[in-house]
């Protein structure tokens, strides 16, 4: 297995010698507005650029789309991928968006599990920012709130666990206690909106602590970190925890199991 970090929440899998790209977001440095609802809105994103050309990150086997959101699929990716690569979704939304963008095979991930060249793929909850307050907003201002992580199991490889965009909440505990997972990747730069006091949408340092806590036996991977508008976590500030367990790549850093 290699786990290659390209930017943000996009990274490339190779599992079971096929290679997935995850949510590419393949658009230039500081291309967008950050976003209005996000903490630090005045900072245009993504704030890096891709380590490598948009030709070697479209070169897979496969897509994964956790979900769509603006940072995690763009008209970059729409128009560099081969519209007959299979792309995997979370729901019929999404499918029906990655449809409309002239993608030919597409597949929704089911909590049962899919198959796929040796692999079985199984879609995991989130909760993307706490439900009880992130979900209603979303429908107020008619953005989607659900978001998917996918375990990855093969006979030939450790048992991966991509958590997708999630804070450290029941669902992610309940996903590690049922597949016992040996390498997990988090979304890690407590993206924060201004609701409220400020609620994260994915996991902060205290959620970062608590999930290396509870799964003490798993490699842990810190991954969406330093390029969204909105973060509050940067890659210094996990490594500075000094967690034993936790791994940060940096951009374009290939980590192997």
């Not at 190779?14 to 967008?32: A, C, G, H, Q, V």
């Not at 030709?55 to 789309?65: F, Q």
């Not at 990747?185 to 201004?194: E, H, L, P, R, Y």
């Amino acid at each position: 297995m290699l786990i290659h970090q390209i930017r943000s929440a996009t990274i490339i899998i190779t599992y079971n010698n096929k290679k997935f790209l995850i949510d590419p977001w393949l658009m230039p440095k500081e291309y967008m507005d950050g976003f209005e609802i996000g903490v630090n809105s005045n900072v245009r994103q993504p704030r890096v650029d891709l380590p490598i050309s948009i030709n070697e990150i479209v070169d897979v086997d496969a897509v994964i789309l956790t979900h769509f959101h603006p940072d995690h699929f763009d008209d970059f990716a729409k128009d560099a991928l081969n519209k007959d690569i299979p792309f995997f979704v979370q729901s019929n939304y999404d499918m029906d968006i990655i449809k409309d963008s002239g993608f030919k095979n597409i597949t929704i991930i089911s909590e049962k599990g899919i198959d796929f060249c040796g692999i079985k793929l199984y879609k995991t909850p989130c909760q993307h920012g706490k439900k009880e307050i992130l979900e209603p907003f979303c429908k107020k201002i008619d953005l989607p709130y659900n978001a998917m992580g996918v375990i990855f199991e093969s006979d030939n490889e450790k048992k991966l666990y991509l958590a997708g965009d999630t804070i450290f909440c029941n669902e992610v505990r309940q996903t590690i206690d049922k597949y016992k997972p040996e390498v997990i990747i988090i979304n890690a730069c407590g993206a924060t909106v201004k609701i409220g006091k400020g609620e994260r949408l994915i996991m902060d340092l205290d959620d970062i602590k608590a999930i290396s806590d509870y799964a003490k036996n798993a490699t842990i991977i810190a991954s969406h970190m330093d390029t969204v508008s909105h973060l509050t976590v940067t890659r210094d500030d996990v490594k500075n925890l000094n967690i034993a367990n936790i791994l940060v790549p940096d951009d374009n850093e290939i980590l192997e199991f």
